[in-house]
């Protein structure tokens, strides 16, 4: 269908206990975590916090948890660099 976008992305955290480490999205969970786990990542967990949605939908979600995250610590996550993931 023309037009249609793909729901197929999701919102997830990386974490360690209680402590959100990284917020991002994916299309493929499963790839996403071990890329991190290469790259040095310490954490203990994946948690995927959203139904499959748009790419976008997703990136929005995504925004809206940095901005909740920033309230209440006054910073983003250990590992996620800017404001928008």
Request: glycine letters at 10%; charged letters at 40%.
């Amino acid at each position: 269908m023309a037009g249609k976008k793909k729901n197929d992305t999701v919102v997830y955290e990386l974490k360690k206990g209680n402590k959100i480490l990284y917020v991002g999205t994916t299309n493929d969970p499963e790839r996403r975590e071990q890329e991190h786990k290469k790259t040095g990542k310490n954490f203990g967990h994946m948690n995927v916090i959203t139904r499959k949605m748009s790419e976008d939908g997703a990136k929005n979600k995504e925004s809206d948890r940095l901005a909740t995250y920033r309230k209440n610590n006054g910073r983003n996550p250990k590992y996620n660099k800017d404001s928008d993931g």
